[in-house]
Nanobody, 121 residues
Framework: QVQLVESGGGLVQAGGSLRLSCAAS???????????MGWFRQAPGKEREFVAS????????NYADSVQGRFTASRDNAKFTVYLQMNSLKPEDTAVYYC???????????WGQGTQVTVSS
């Protein structure tokens, strides 16, 4: 079982920045770099959508088109933590942001409780 706890959300003006963190506890017998990590978000009245992902080693990263060039995913495996640096925030980035973990070769099976990000215009 992997437990994930997000933090770093808040209220920011358009054009501002936030950095989200996701602290993880890995399952017994596995190390944190065994897990690909993802960031997702869900805005009111909308379905949850993919934002970014990062491989276990941190070498591979993918981003949704809507955040490409503005958001950066990173991880510190020694600290069991992943980050999402969000720059040039827009009101349409307002959502609850979730981190998720996927054991190598598996789907995302572990989710955090989410952290609210609100961008004012």
């Amino acid at each position: 079982q992997v437990q994930l706890v997000e933090s770093g959300g808040g209220l920011v003006q358009a054009g501002g920045s936030l950095r989200l963190s996701c602290a993880a506890s890995a399952a017994s017998g596995r190390t944190f770099d065994d897990y690909n990590m993802g960031w997702f978000r869900q805005a009111p009245g909308k379905e949850r959508e993919f934002v970014a992902s990062i491989s276990g080693s941190g070498r591979w990263r993918n981003y949704a088109d809507s955040v490409q060039g503005r958001f950066t995913a990173s991880r510190d495996n020694a600290k069991f933590t992943v980050y999402l640096q969000m720059n040039s925030l827009k009101p349409e980035d307002t959502a609850v942001y979730y981190c998720a973990a996927a054991y190598v070769g598996k789907d995302y099976a572990y989710w955090g409780q989410g952290t609210q990000v609100t961008v004012s215009s």
